[in-house]
């Protein structure tokens, strides 16, 4: 799966609701690497998209030997009669990749002197040129575009499934200051008709939050039921309702079953005996609970614990069938099944989480 088609999905999926396909267009400003999420206890991916809005059309001209003259904005204004972007001329000819990137610096360069500021993109919809008795001449109609203000939408999936684990638009708060806000029953009211909270999601708060420019409801929902656990959060505009943003760590009840004293018996013995190949002569077992583990993408049920060095140093330790796992400070240099193959430090460790554990 490619992650990040899909986090540009999830953002623009989400700025259709209130925005036309027109009126924006996104692209990537940073991303995260795939990683273990504790707090969203899955595999994890994050990424941030930069916000461009349409601040107007431009009309270029390049000539031999002279400045670029450029009208800008040129709001749909009607191309003057001879142009060469009037379809009539019959010596209008494509213009070249270097003429193009012409085109696009003088129309960024007429929109910075026109007031805007930060990123600017010149996007050519349509560019001609001919030859004359000077030289070539060359006519283009440019959208020009600049970065919103209100900082990156951020869009954050599984990375193992894609699902859309939250987002954020800043874009949606605009003038969340400008007059009274709702209600605090009308705010959870809207909010949860366009983004319904989970089957048995009970309301913890919803609190007015002032932030730097903007004022928006932060209305906060767990959930903890047989099957599911959890918390979601909604970020909604103070005067509209209108979510701008959301965070779910929802997920289903990990399931370990009842481990009984035998198991543990025969984990510690195995976890003991491959301990010394692992960490040398000396190196003794501390301790060892049962919990669960993320192996192949999955939480397993399995067994946790610590161990001691000859030298004093402590690891933890993870074994989930015949698969032991030593890491020290989230480092893992060992992986092997128990007292079964020396270690290969070229083996990369998932890091284990404990989530759920159940007694002996």
Avoid at 71 to 86: E, M, N, Q, V, Y
Avoid at 236 to 249: I, L, N, P
Avoid at 307 to 322: E, P, Y
């Amino acid at each position: 799966m490619d992650l990040r088609e899909r986090a540009l999905e999830v953002a623009r999926t989400t700025l259709a609701r209130r925005w036309s396909k027109g009126r924006f267009e996104l692209e990537v400003e940073r991303e995260g690497e795939e990683r273990w999420s504790h707090v969203f206890e899955r595999p994890y991916y994050e990424a941030l998209f930069r916000l461009l809005e349409p601040a107007g059309l431009a009309h270029v001209a390049l000539s031999p030997g002279g400045a670029p003259r450029v009208r800008f904005p040129f709001h749909d204004a009607p191309i003057p009669t001879g142009s060469l972007l009037d379809g009539s001329s019959e010596r209008a000819g494509r213009a070249t990749a270097r003429e193009i990137d012409a085109v696009s610096s003088a129309a960024e360069e007429a929109a910075r002197r026109a007031g805007h500021a930060g990123v600017i993109r010149a996007h050519v919809e349509k560019a001609c040129a001919s030859r004359t008795k000077d030289g070539r001449v060359v006519e283009a109609r440019v959208r020009v575009l600049v970065g919103a203000p209100d900082g990156a939408i951020h869009a954050e999936l599984d990375a193992a499934t894609g699902e859309r684990l939250g987002f954020f638009l800043p874009a949606f708060l605009r003038g969340s200051r400008n007059g009274c806000p709702l209600s605090k029953e009308e705010a959870i009211a809207r909010s949860a008709a366009e983004e319904p909270p989970p089957p048995g999601a009970v309301l913890v708060r919803a609190d007015l939050e002032e932030r730097e420019g903007v004022r928006l409801w932060r209305i906060v929902y767990d959930v903890a039921t047989k099957d599911l656990r959890g918390r979601f959060t909604i970020s909604a505009h103070a005067r509209t309702g209108a979510v701008a943003g959301v965070s779910s760590s929802v997920r289903r009840r990990t399931k370990l079953g009842r481990q009984r004293g035998g198991d543990r018996d025969r984990a510690a013995a195995e976890i003991t005996g491959a301990l010394p190949g692992l960490l040398g002569d000396g190196a003794s077992l501390a301790a060892l609970v049962p919990g669960a583990l993320v192996r192949q993408g999955r939480v397993r049920p399995g067994w946790i614990g610590t161990a001691i060095t000859s030298d004093g140093r402590v690891a933890r330790v993870s074994l989930w069938k015949d698969e032991l796992q030593v890491a020290f400070a989230g480092r893992a240099p060992a992986r092997a099944p128990a007292a079964q193959r020396a270690p290969d430090e070229s083996d990369a460790a998932e890091e284990p989480a404990c989530l759920e554990s159940t007694g002996t």
